[in-house]
């Protein structure tokens, strides 16, 4: 039977237990209809939380509070401890990185946050305070991550679920680009784990904010009306500081999905489809077949051919972390399928590796939405190919056949997107 837990959806907090629940197979459900401010203040839901705070677990032992304890049980229910690793001091590890980000991100997350929706009053030194500290947090957990694609160990931990969720509130309410760009690697390593089929089922896609929410006082003159107390009779309205009421406000009306632009260019002779089979069936021959087949139906008019080039190779210094990069960046031009092929090669049999590749796009410019959608893309710099030169037309060939040496040195791996 499902154990219920008190809380809205997409609430920061109950989302750690509910992405939790998906690794460890735990099922939990949402309890129905909740309100906040209604529903968690009525005498049942004080008995199980004195001070009213969702999330609240409800569990065949009784009530547990406190989202990282509620976070705990779920991971360490069946008793197979997938969110947890085997030995103490990796424990301890995991522990110590969901204390860090709780108290040192989340925390300054909030102050940055809450005085800006009016929950709590706005005083620029402590937002500068806030500020700082939450940039000397970020640059500790990015140096980590310059080396590891998770915090502890080689998999998502119970620490990877609880930084991703507390990065999210960031994320996607007041961290804008120019704040976590400076952040390279914890931006790789937020979008990496929020497009995690796990994560996804609980969090859907994820966008980051793009402005950065006006102070109180810069709202009062144009909406003079709407900064006095709401009246008593309508808590509902005043209750919710939380990021799920804005976004119900924006599902209630959702507005036609415009075309995409690359389905109004011109009709192609080339079929993508037709590529991606030629290239995935043949076995033998490659050259004359594949790459043959591939110039045969080329339509310059319809595609354009790119070479990208990571542009902080000295980074790469551990494979399994440079593979893991690679791989993350075509799970997320998973947007693109439709209107792309890819070939990725990590280069080098030594660090620092070396990361190129060749990518085919309809049209004859970078689509917009990928470079929007796909933090990835300003991590390369990108050439578009002049099939007319045979130097770059035989690169094109060597990239998507693999061939080895390439550029005069071995492949530590060549991943295909299609
Ligand atoms: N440390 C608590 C924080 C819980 C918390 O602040 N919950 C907020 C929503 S995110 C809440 O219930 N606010 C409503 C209230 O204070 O009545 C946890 O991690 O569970």
Request: overall charge negative; charged content about 30%; aromatic content about 0%.
């Given at each position: 039977m499902a154990l219920i837990l008190h809380s809205p959806p997409n609430n920061k907090n109950a989302i750690k237990s509910l992405i939790a629940a998906e690794y460890a197979g735990v099922q939990l459900e949402l309890a129905p209809n909740f309100e906040m401010l209604v529903s968690n203040r009525t005498p049942e839901f004080l008995k199980m939380n004195p001070i009213g705070k969702v999330p609240v677990l409800e569990t065949p032992d009784g009530p547990i509070f406190e989202s990282n304890a509620i976070a705990r049980y779920v991971a360490r229910l069946k008793g197979d401890n997938v969110l947890y690793l085997s030995t103490p001091i990796d424990n301890a590890r995991i522990e110590q990185w969901i204390d860090f980000s709780s108290f040192e991100i989340d925390n300054n997350v909030l102050k940055l946050y809450l005085p800006r929706l009016g929950y709590m009053p706005y005083h620029q030194p402590i937002e500068e305070a806030a500020n700082s500290s939450l940039k000397k947090a970020f640059q500790a957990l990015n140096t980590h991550l310059a080396s590891n694609t998770y915090l502890v160990g080689h998999s998502v931990t119970l620490a990877d679920i609880i930084t991703t969720c507390n990065l999210y509130l960031g994320f996607t309410q007041i961290l804008v680009k120019s704040f976590t760009s400076e952040f390279p690697h914890v931006e790789r390593y937020f979008w990496t784990l929020v497009n995690q089929p796990n994560f996804r089922k609980t969090l859907g896609q994820v966008k980051q904010i793009e402005t950065i929410p006006p102070i109180p006082s810069a709202k009062k003159p144009s909406q003079p009306k709407e900064s006095k107390p709401k009246p008593k009779d309508e808590p509902k309205k005043v209750a919710k500081p939380e990021p799920e009421k804005l976004k119900e406000a924006e599902e209630e009306a959702p507005k036609p999905k415009p075309k995409n632009?690359?389905?109004?260019l011109p009709p192609s002779t080339m079929i993508l489809d037709e590529w991606k089979r030629l290239y995935s069936n043949t076995k033998t021959n490659f050259r004359e077949v594949a790459i043959k087949g591939f110039w045969d139906m080329y339509d310059p008019e319809g595609y354009s051919l790119w070479f990208c080039d990571y542009k902080y190779n000295d980074e790469n210094t551990v494979s399994f972390v440079t593979l893991n990069k690679v791989g993350g960046f075509l799970q997320r031009m998973d947007l693109a399928r439709k209107y792309a092929f890819g070939k990725m090669l990590v280069i080098g049999s030594q660090a620092p590796f070396k990361v190129k590749g060749l990518w085919l796009f309809r049209g004859?410019?970078?689509p917009q939405f990928v470079i929007d959608e796909c933090y990835d893309m300003e991590l390369y710099e990108w050439t578009k190919v002049d099939i007319y030169d045979e130097n770059q037309k035989e690169r094109v060939n060597q990239m998507i056949e693999d061939y080895e040496p390439f550029e005069g040195e071995s492949l530590l791996d060549a991943k295909c997107f299609k």
């Open positions: 632009p690359l389905d109004l004859q410019e970078i």
